[in-house]
């Protein structure tokens, strides 16, 4: 299983700053996510960090809110701009167990969480 | 109507006490399904898979039930530390990405 590595763990932000969140995987993936987590709620996809072009954003995200950069297969980082209180959450990456074969299993891996709280 | 809906609980059950949680999903071309389990202030962890046939793990039994596109997840015996949050994720449909449930919070008394 991959070993995920997110920095920073927590961080309290003024409105309208920008907060960049990194994750290092221990081992070469193809996939690696940005999910939301908001107080109550369940995980959201933001978007998919593709190494080597742009990050393909879900409903409701987009990248000038969202910056995302896939530099090389073991790493990405998420920057949350102008920040608002509504964006006070739980940010996680993930990546996909891909066994042999590459068939999808549908396990994803997550690193430990960013909790952002914006003042 | 939410694509996956789980009832949030807090389910509160003794020790030793079998406990259920059902979930249901609305896109009937989902694939694949899966319990994740997230203590609290943790990242999710995949519990077991959801295969057609059901299976089961120790003390744990997932279901799947198609025609009624719902999925449940039996603790037998219940511990302490099976106190977490238990999330149905559903897989499939024209984007292939997972769908998280937001989850039964279940908590074991002793």
């Known amino acids: 299983s991959a070993v995920i590595s997110q920095k920073p763990s927590r961080d309290i932000c003024q409105r309208g700053t920008s907060l960049t969140i990194q994750c290092q995987v221990d081992s070469q993936v193809t996939m690696m996510f940005w999910y939301r987590q908001q107080p109550g709620q369940s995980l959201t996809l933001i978007a998919t960090a593709n190494q080597g072009s742009e990050a393909t954003y879900e409903s409701g995200f987009v990248i000038d809110k969202f910056p995302i950069s896939r530099p090389n297969l073991t790493f990405s980082t998420l920057t949350v701009s102008n920040m608002s209180p509504e964006d006070s959450s739980i940010y996680l990456c993930s990546v996909e167990d891909l066994r042999v074969g590459d068939r999808n299993t549908g396990e994803l891996f997550f690193g430990e969480g960013s909790r952002l709280t914006v003042l | 109507r939410k694509e996956v809906e789980q009832d949030p609980g807090p389910f509160n059950v003794p020790e030793g006490a079998t406990v259920a949680f059902n979930c249901t999903y609305s896109?009937?071309?989902?694939?694949?399904f899966f319990w994740y389990r997230q203590d609290c202030r943790k990242e999710p962890k995949l519990l077991m898979s959801?295969?057609?046939s059901g299976n089961e793990d120790g003390r744990f039994t997932a279901q799947l039930n198609r025609a009624s596109q719902y999925i449940s997840l039996l603790i037998r015996d219940s511990k302490l530390s099976d106190s977490a949050t238990y999330l149905c994720v559903v897989q499939g449909g024209a984007t292939n990405k997972l769908i998280f449930g937001t989850g039964t919070l279940l908590a074991v008394q002793p």
């Open positions: 959801v295969y057609s």
């Open positions: 896109n009937s071309a989902s694939q694949s």
